[in-house]
């Protein structure tokens, strides 16, 4: 401030002010003035989008959940399961199933992300549901507590996704995925919504903030470096154990006939 | 052909063949070098323990066949561990039996019970030593001797205390009473039916009075699944219906089984699984068992919502929780 005041009686202070303030309304007014426009441009786009949507709903995925999504004999109707379902359910290319197996598996995704929201705009335009998230808009990073999230995910998540978040068997050929591809988002929107054999867990048990920790500790567990090399899927006992019983025991045996044989 | 067995006589031992090291220098000085070269291994796998912990970077990765990326510093304890371990007893075996004396030595087997001179011996010189000891004069010393002895004798059988105490009805209680709230577990927070949305589930808890701090005992007998269906889903008795809230059903965590946690809830079939011995149990049915080793259903909680609104227990549970045991009545 010292050096500012030192320049107030300059013969420049005068106009230099003047033209600083001058700028701020200036562009102050601009600013306000091009808000309404943009957001009708937003709400444009967001109808184009829908219709876009709309578009490829019936292209790719009204032949099993009807023209207007109501449901059919195969497929149940998506009014009400919000962006953040297909979000998921194409974002991971769950959807469009490829065949009538027991459950829709990870694969590589048919549609882009373009038309994956604007699928997801369409859905939610039908009836009010669970909002789609970005993995820049989750701040797991930052708000997320691995121990907090480590405890939340081995009481609600571990028995069917397994303890090191590697998947696990249900009943009648379904599984639990593994979560070792997941990006943020799909892990978010998985819980609030409960794809397939997946039930809820909403936002009022587990918190969002829960929720961010729960993300970190898969990320953690995703990213957790194995030592040994080969990390036999992370299952416990029943891979390691297959190869202590098989390589270990033939070590041993091949050592045991070497002890008895006579030297000649 | 008769049946007698035919007498044979004792073939003996087979003849001594001795190794080749025995006799030709040659062989015995290739066996030599072969001792030291596995001696030799072991040391170089020493080194490369030693080595490895001091020089190599804990965090390098190397990218091996079949092993993938490998930490190379652990790679390198572990194999230089197992190799000087392994070469010097390998090295220790291979000399024994290439160079060693082979002369064939016989033990003969003996009876295990001493000479009776020896026996009548050790006898006699007992009784002279306690003789000697003067036991029979000394009766204070005798006395005392022998309770410390006994009172020896007997700390053993505390031991067995710890066998008990009898759980008395411990298996049969839980810590749910009526209007007892149901917490969220982890987080410790009430929970109101809106909570919930159909196809949620919630594990939960039951509130402890104030003070009393939770145990492992506590949570393996109260932990609660809590699950909301649509309430036309639900195949249910008059009486197990007016159990459930809203659409809100409670069930024992603890499988009927052998008591692991039954948490893998499929929402569209909506069966709990047990992932131990995968025994399935209906949710829509009071948790009916229709597949698996559990002989019984889950105990079903009663709930309802207390003034504030927030989901409590209507009343203890009615039966057991969890596997069987010798006292359970049903």
Known sequence: MKRLSRYRRHKFAGPAVLLAALFTIGTTFSIATALPSQQRMEVSAQTTMVEEGKQIFARGCSSCHGLNAEGGAIAPSLIGVGAASVDFQVGTGRMPMADMSQQAMRKKPVYNEQETAALAAYVASLAPGPASVTNASLTWERDGNVAQGGELFRTNCAMCHNFAAQGGALSNGKYAPTLMDAQPKQIYEAMITGPQSMPKFSNNTITPAEKLSIIKWIKAAQNEPSLGGASLGRVGPVTEGLLVWTLGLGLLIGVAVWLAAKAR | MSNELQKFTDPGLPAHVHR????????????????????????????????????????????????????????????????SLFFIGMGAVHWAKTLMSDTEVIAQRHEMRSEPEDRTDFVETVKEQAALANLGRRTLIKRSLGLSLG???????????????????????????????????????????????????????????????????????????????????????????????????????????????????????????????????DVTRAAKVIFGPAARPLPQLAITVDAEGYLVAQQPFTEPVGPSFWERSS
């Open chain 2, 151 to 281: 009172l020896i004798g007997l700390s053993p059988l505390i031991l067995l205390r710890d066998l008990g105490p009898l759980p008395k009805n411990q298996l049969a209680t839980t810590d749910w009473a009526k209007g007892t709230r149901l917490l969220t577990d982890p987080g410790d927070r009430p929970i109101k039916p809106s909570d919930l949305e159909v196809g949620s589930v919630a594990q939960v808890l039951p509130a402890l009075p104030t003070g009393t701090e939770r145990t492992l005992e506590n949570i393996g007998k109260d932990a609660v699944l809590l699950i909301r269906l649509r309430p036309e889903d639900f195949q249910l008795s008059p009486e197990r219906l007016s159990w459930t809230h809203e659409g809100i059903i409670a069930f024992s965590k603890i499988c009927s089984h052998m008591g692991c946690a039954v948490a893998l809830y499929e929402q569209q079939t909506k069966h709990l699984l047990c992932p131990c011995h995968q025994s399935t149990f």
């Open chain 2, 20 to 83: 080749k090291a025995d006799s030709d220098p040659k062989a015995a000085k290739a066996a030599e070098k072969q001792v030291a070269i596995l001696f030799l291994l072991s040391a170089i796998g020493t080194v490369m323990l030693i080595g490895s912990y001091i020089f190599v970077k804990s965090n390098k990765f190397i990218y091996l066949p079949i092993l993938g990326d490998t930490n190379l510093q652990q790679l390198l304890l572990g194999v230089g561990m197992a190799m």
